[in-house]
């Protein structure tokens, strides 16, 4: 079955700190992941993809297939990281061929603290 | 930049109402998702469409209806609203099957 874990529901950390938000994945194919983010008061929206192998506000997340995780990292945490975390995972294959629906992890709520 | 916009932030209504949730978009995408939030729950899917009068159920549909009339409008009905649809709906569109998400704000829908 396809399934997206993130173990942590919520994850308190202080500024400065390095941060990691655990993903784990189960897929028997070649899956495309993704971390979104929800900011307070403001829409979930893309924070990254692992195709796209970048890092966006000093996150990175590498895609581990031996592992089947794809963890969200950053070296020092700012209080302005403080959101809703989701990663999600693209291998829902239709009768077309195409991948169409994501699998969403339950998220994890970052705090970062002063 | 992409706009999603949900037609109401907060929203009250009584048990048994018929309720519209409306999302418009404004990119010409293909395809349209209706998800709810909960606590605890994550993201799940209620309903999606790939193109203009097609629609099919995601992993939660008991007690919904969508309409997708026109490209960019794409609206969930409550048939009958009851408590246990108290939630976070939040309406998603994207360009093709390979492009990423682009969420609305969110509906917060109270059912008394």
């Known amino acids: 079955a396809q399934r997206v874990t993130q173990p942590e529901k919520l994850l308190s950390v202080f500024k400065g700190a390095p941060v990691e938000l655990k993903c784990n994945y189960s897929?028997?194919?070649?899956?495309?992941l993704f971390w979104y983010v929800q900011y307070s008061r403001q829409r979930l929206q893309l924070l990254l993809r692992?195709?796209?192998?970048?890092s966006i506000k000093g996150f990175t997340a590498d895609l581990n297939k031996g592992e089947t995780s794809f963890h969200l990292k950053k070296p020092f945490a700012q209080e302005e990281d403080s959101a809703m975390y989701y990663c999600a995972l693209r291998g829902v294959v239709d009768n077309a061929g195409n991948n169409r629906k994501l699998i969403w992890g339950l998220g994890t709520s970052l705090a970062v603290n002063p | 930049d992409v706009k999603v916009t949900q037609s109401s932030r907060y929203l009250v209504k009584r048990t048994g109402e018929k309720v519209f949730l409306e999302c418009v978009q404004d990119?010409?995408?293909?395809?349209m998702f209706w998800y709810r939030q909960d606590p605890g729950l994550g993201l799940r899917l209620i309903y999606f469409s790939y193109d203009v009068k097609m629609k099919e159920k995601g992993d939660i549909p008991e007690g919904y209806s969508v309409s997708r009339e026109k490209k960019e409008r794409f609206s969930l009905i409550l048939e009958s609203a009851s408590t246990n649809q108290t939630s976070m709906y939040l309406c998603?569109?994207?360009?093709?099957?390979?492009?990423?998400?682009?969420f609305g704000n969110g509906t917060r829908l109270t059912v008394t």
């Open positions: 897929y028997s194919g070649s899956p495309e």
């Open positions: 692992h195709i796209s192998r970048e």
């Open positions: 990119m010409d995408h293909e395809n």
């Open positions: 998603a569109s994207r360009e093709s099957y390979n492009s990423p998400l682009h």
